[in-house]
């Protein structure tokens, strides 16, 4: 097949076009580099099968495809929070502009939702039935709202005017490729502990969150791509490895060996006490089954930043 990946040369969409052009497909990379890189795509432009095309998805665009995978979205809380508004346009604009193509042409879109929709949930672990706690006017929810707006307006495409929709509600993941400033607690806790910097836990470090190693959410990405039973979704996709945030970071200290200290600092606003997904409609609807433990996953990221950034 010939797939648009929209946010295909950040984190999550070159990991994934990576797989596509692994499994022989043609993969056409839609991406306008706010918070994707060059880098992160560097190895496939001279890959006859791989496209770059520079655009943002907030703006109208036309191309050819058999099917859609929108991943484009400022996707780390600081990189969210610096332009809220145009946060809101790469959802809600976005999505539009993804399902007029996918109307047109009559085929897929799979979409990446997030955790985020469930707020800070009172319901734990999160099902896809719990409707969420979410604020509509924190500084969280342009990109909490947008998602959830972004969800409402697929399944009125689906309902409306028939697009075959397939919607991920996506967990905290990480991975090689991640941004070395992205703001996250697993970048932050690997740049600080290799560069000797204290570690900034936000808040006292109790509220919890449940960490996905990356090829796990591509695998489920590619089953539910390939799925043709009709489920559309949304499905939670991540790792049940909950931790609480102190907890993580002395796991991290102890996999680097790293002498960094704790450093307690202010909890940023909104921040979810706790988040852990329910996999139970992933496993039955998709055979989901996440492989990659944390202490795994963390040494091949910790490797990753170990050849990228400069300590
Ligand atoms: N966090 C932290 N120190 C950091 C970055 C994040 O303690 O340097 C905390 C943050 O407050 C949140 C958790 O770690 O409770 C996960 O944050 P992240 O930004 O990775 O993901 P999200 O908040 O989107 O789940």
Redesign the pocket.
Known sequence: MRILVTGGAGFIGSNLCERLLASGHEVLCMDNFYTGSKNNIREYLNNPSFEVIRRDISEPFVIEADFIINLACPA??PHYQKDPLKTMKDNVFGIFNVLENARRLKIPVLHTST??VYGSPAVHPQPETYNGNVNPVSIRSCYDEGKRAAETILSDYNRQYGVDIKVIRVF?TYGPRMLEND????S??IV?SLKGED?????D?K?T?SFCYISDLIDGIILFMEDKSGFTGPVNMGNNYEFT?VD??KLVLSITGSKSKLKF?E??KD??IQ?DPDLTLAKKMLGYNPKVGVEEGLKKTIEYFKKTIKY
């Open positions: 780390s809380v955790s985020e905290n703001g996250r607690a697993v932050n806790f600080q570690l900034t836990v936000y808040g470090g509220q969150r945030i993580f970071a600092v909890l940023p921040d979810p988040r």
